[in-house]
């Protein structure tokens, strides 16, 4: 089986499965699909929800009237196929009025006509009933540091997102915020790197409550970092408000893979971290169809998306369930009921104690936890042979 359905919760952006192949080197290589139609499509496959960028759907330059029919038309889709838009975000970084920057631009003007922007393209995802919104700063970033505003870019993002939340209160929106890292690409530098520096700065804003992270398996790969670790951290703050999957080369250019295509043991860890820990949110799949494809590759690519996310879901349960795993699992801990006592929750006598104790670092030093084992038993599990 491994067919999906809507309470799987899984989600395409309307610029995923809508990307037509163009690249830095190249021009599109499939035709553009409207709205509606993948909805349609994304629809029958058996996907939750769809996400989207303000001009994903409506175009920067159209009138009011074009935005009314085109939304209208959107939503009567949705409706016809049962999928919800539980995300929406804002395109900070195509159009070249955000080249050096959106919030973070050193121009006043850029930053209010970033901020307007995206106020409009609440407006829009609430229409459509988006209850995540999510900030990627694409173009927040940069490729000298001449211009000096490194502090000043932390201090205006930091204002931006201050108002912006403030607005989706004021609306009654009640929009949870969603902070997209991504070491680089398109800048040769974008603030805010890593899941964790997102954690840091999100405890300097006003509404800290509001704010989580959306990481991306991709970004965190690009630079070589795991990113099943990196999802650790987010859900040990209780900021897991979103995830992007894919997959993706280490030290490569921005790739958008398929989820499961490259880095499969990743993928299973992430898939079982996700499961075990019950994250419940809608799991997005923000990757493309290799520029080779026709649009047949595109739901192939989407289907496979889906579809290894579900292997990978019952191996996890398999996992769980399988005795010698377990056991294996259970021969890597030591526990020490002594221990646990004396080393959690100080005490000047705990203290002392602990001083006094004699380790034997040899024994210790010594011990082989099985992690060859226990990897083994994971990787034939991962390769069917359990
Ligand atoms: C780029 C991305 C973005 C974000 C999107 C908001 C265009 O690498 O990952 O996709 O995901 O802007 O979710
Ligand atoms: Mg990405
Ligand atoms: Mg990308
Ligand atoms: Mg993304």
């Not at 459509?128 to 502090?151: H, P, S």
């Not at 890593?194 to 704010?211: D, H």
């Not at 006598?349 to 040899?362: G, M, N, S, V, W």
């Not at 990787?379 to 069917?384: N, Q």
């Amino acid at each position: 089986s491994y067919v999906p359905t809507p309470d799987d919760k899984f989600t395409f952006g309307l610029w995923t499965v809508g990307q037509t192949g163009r690249d830095p080197f190249g021009e599109p290589t499939r035709a553009p699909l409207s709205a509606p139609y993948i909805a349609q499509k994304l629809g029958e496959l058996g996907a939750y929800g769809i996400n989207l960028h303000d001009n994903d759907l409506v175009p920067i330059d159209a009138s009011a009237a074009e935005h009314d029919r085109i939304v209208a038309e959107f939503r009567q889709a949705l409706s016809d196929h049962g999928l919800v838009v539980p995300m929406a975000t804002t395109n900070l970084f195509s159009d070249p009025a955000f080249k050096d920057g959106a919030f973070t631009s050193a121009d006043a003007r850029v930053r209010a006509y970033a901020l307007q922007k995206t106020m409009r393209s609440m407006d829009l995802g609430h229409e459509l009933g988006a209850q995540t919104y999510v900030f990627w700063g694409g173009r927040e970033g940069a490729e000298v540091d001449a211009g000096g505003k490194l502090l000043d870019a932390i201090g205006w993002f930091r204002d931006s997102l201050n108002f912006l939340a403030d607005y989706s209160e004021a609306q009654g929106y009640g929009y949870r915020f969603a902070l997209e890292p991504k070491p680089n690409e398109p800048r040769g530098d974008i603030f805010f790197p890593t899941a964790g520096s997102m954690l840091g700065f999100i405890a300097t804003l006003e509404r800290p409550e509001r704010f989580g992270v959306n990481p991306e398996f991709a970004h965190d790969t690009m630079s070589g970092l795991n990113f099943a670790h990196a999802v650790a951290q987010v859900i040990d703050a209780g900021k897991l408000f979103h995830i992007d999957l894919n997959d993706q080369k280490p030290g490569r250019f921005d790739q958008d893979l398929r989820f499961g295509s490259e880095n499969i043991k990743t993928a299973f860890f992430l898939v079982k971290l996700l499961e075990d820990t019950g994250y419940a949110g809608p799991k997005h799949f923000d990757a493309h169809a290799l520029r080779t494809e026709d649009e047949a590759g595109v739901w192939a690519f989407a289907r496979g998306c889906m579809r290894t996310y579900l292997i990978l879901r019952e191996k996890a349960r398999q996992f769980n369930a399988d005795p010698e795993i377990q056991a294996a699992l259970a021969a890597y801990r030591v526990e020490d009921a002594e221990l646990a006592d004396l080393t959690r929750g100080f005490s000047p006598q705990k203290a002392e104690a602990l001083r006094d104790r004699t380790f034997d670092r040899a024994e210790l030093g010594g011990r082989g936890p099985g992690l060859e084992h226990l990897d083994q038993l994971t990787v034939d599990l991962l390769l069917g042979t359990r």
